[in-house]
């Protein structure tokens, strides 16, 4: 059997069929992208290079038509990543902010209420202020804010327990019922009728009832509730003095740093003034004949380094002062006086084992962390509590009557009951919890020892950098006074035309590494004092602070 033979007028109707619906996709797709213009002159040079050359244009071609095709995407989905929060929307919350504040500051001074919040600013911006280090700590530890917010954490604490104590005092509650009804059918309008004392299908209802509930026995339930709220107050009390040793040793910081910063600002503009005056002298000689051009250009771009070392130090002392501005809880402008001029070097004899066992008696973090472990042991009990019966005296006193308040008389009951609860199976879900406890006993003890751990190598890190930065200071002294007499010796015998600009020129420069390196080992160790006293626990008004040395002018 053969093939069947194609009609040709079919045919031609199939093929002009898809030329069409070949033309119509490619005209959609071509309405649909952007046009990529073509450079005539590029393609009659492609032409001619070959067919390798015109093989690499149809792919250069492809990957436009990819990328302008991606960038009609973008065009028609929208710009990605734009704010729906427009300016003029937060220019209208900024200004109701503004103005709730101060309407409530309005309302605040209307009733004379006193606000506990302290404002940044209790003196003018263009107040100096005099601190000694005694004083500084002092204010800080007034302002902190963190500190205030341990405040009333402590207070939160102290709330929980009373909260926890409510659960074995008696509770009373008091209920008030009120009903109208209507009668439906005879059965319900003679219940109605016996009840209300009334034939009405319609009546009122009211009824008064008082109950009493004491706990006497709640299983170890609300004793370790109330163990364990002393336990928060103990460590909110124990945060209380963690936030102010971070609080002090921030303050410590601060000063240390300002006066850092103003003996570096001090050592950059003396060595100003010392390349200024070797210029001159350079210059002098340039002038004479006896000194090159060259000694005049190297001296120029050492005086114009040195220029912008010494502007770089005084914005680090504009900054510093700043800071401890913040610290303190003063205007940022606030000019600072200290009564340092100089960091100091004073012995400070602790061994590493005293240190260590100091901070492991009363590092707060590491009693918080014991105090964990007392309250999981706690919350062990307490889980425990479902196992045991719980017992409970009830009683009560209900009025009712169709008159309004509903208290009558005549129409009075009580009762009074004792029970005991004891819940036999739950499903598992109090060994379950009993379970959870002691994996959290683990946890808190694993916790605990992590602590110790973690403070133990604090401590020694913070006393070996404090020994290695005493070190710094008796060997940077000594380069100081070497690099001192060297500059001097340096610049007679270029007076003189004995040396050269370039001997003048590095001993200016190790002096002033010399004196960089011991500031910085001044610091290093006065600060990591303060570290060490933070690490071990310190109390905030002993250790490098003395109390005869506290500020009795500063009224915080």
């Known amino acids: 059997m053969g093939v069947p033979v194609m009609d040709k007028n079919l045919y031609k109707k199939i093929v002009v069929a898809l030329m069409i619906s070949t033309l119509g996709t490619v005209s959609a797709w071509a309405a649909e992208e952007a046009v990529v213009p073509v450079d005539l002159g590029q393609a009659a040079v492609t032409d001619a290079a070959g067919n390798t050359a015109g093989q690499k244009t149809v792919r250069n071609s492809k990957k436009a038509v990819r990328a302008v095709k991606n960038q009609t995407t973008v065009a028609r989905t929208g710009a990605i990543g734009t704010s729906d929060v427009t300016p003029q929307l937060r220019e209208e919350l900024a200004q109701k902010i503004t103005s709730d504040m101060e309407a409530s500051a309005k309302r605040a001074a209307a009733r004379h209420d006193d606000d506990p919040v302290i404002v940044v600013g209790r003196v003018a911006s263009d107040q100096a202020v005099d601190l000694t280090l005694p004083k500084t700590v002092q204010m800080a530890l007034d302002y902190n804010r963190d500190i205030k917010n341990s405040h009333y954490a402590l207070k939160r604490a102290e709330y929980a327990i009373n909260q926890a104590r409510a659960g074995k005092m008696p509770t009373v509650d008091y209920k008030f019922g009120a009903q109208r009804s209507r009668a439906t059918d005879a059965a319900t309008y003679n219940r109605s009728s016996k009840l209300m004392g009334s034939a009405d299908s319609i009546s009122n209802a009211f009824s008064n009832g008082i109950s009493v509930n004491i706990p006497l026995y709640t299983g170890g339930l609300v004793e370790g509730q109330i163990d364990v709220a002393k336990l928060g107050k103990t460590n909110a009390l124990e945060e209380i003095l963690r936030v102010q040793q971070a609080t002090k040793y921030s303050a410590i910081e601060g000063y240390y740093r300002l006066l850092a910063y103003q003996e570096l600002q001090g050592v950059y503009h003396e060595a100003v003034d010392n390349l200024q005056g070797h210029l001159d ?276």
């Open 281 to 556: 002298n350079v210059q002098a000689q340039y002038n004479v004949g006896t000194k090159a051009k060259v000694d005049v250009l190297s001296s120029d771009v050492s005086l114009a380094n040195a220029k912008t070392t010494a502007i770089t130090s005084d914005n680090n002392v504009a900054i510093a002062e700043s800071n401890l501005n913040n610290i303190l809880g003063l205007p940022l402008e606030t000019k600072l006086n200290l009564a340092d001029h100089q960091l100091p070097f004073d012995t400070y004899d602790i061994s590493l084992q005293e240190a260590t066992d100091y901070s492991m008696k009363y590092r707060p973090e590491v009693l918080q962390a014991a105090i964990a472990v007392q309250e999981a042991e706690r919350n062990i009990d307490i889980a425990d509590a479902g196992n045991k019966p719980t017992v409970a005296i009830t009683g009560g006193n209900d009025w009712a009557d169709n008159m309004f308040p509903g208290i009558d008389a005549n129409k009075r009951s009580w009762n009074v009951a004792a029970g005991v609860t004891y819940n036999f199976y739950d499903g598992g879900a109090t060994k379950a919890k009993v379970n959870q406890a002691k994996q959290d006993l683990l946890v808190a003890r694993e916790t605990e020892q992590k602590t110790r751990e973690a403070v133990q190598l604090e401590v020694k890190q913070a006393y070996l950098n404090i020994r290695s930065a005493a070190q710094k200071v008796e060997e940077t002294q000594t380069v100081v006074d070497q690099a001192r007499e060297n500059y001097r010796i340096q610049n007679i015998r270029y007076q003189a035309g004995v040396g050269i600009n370039l001997d003048v020129l590095d001993a200016q420069l190790s002096l002033n590494e010399a004196q960089v390196n011991h500031i910085q080992a001044l610091y290093d160790y006065n600060v990591g004092i303060a570290k060490l006293e933070q690490a071990m626990g310190v109390d905030v008004r002993s250790g490098v602070i003395h109390p005869s040395l506290t500020a009795t002018g500063y009224k915080g």
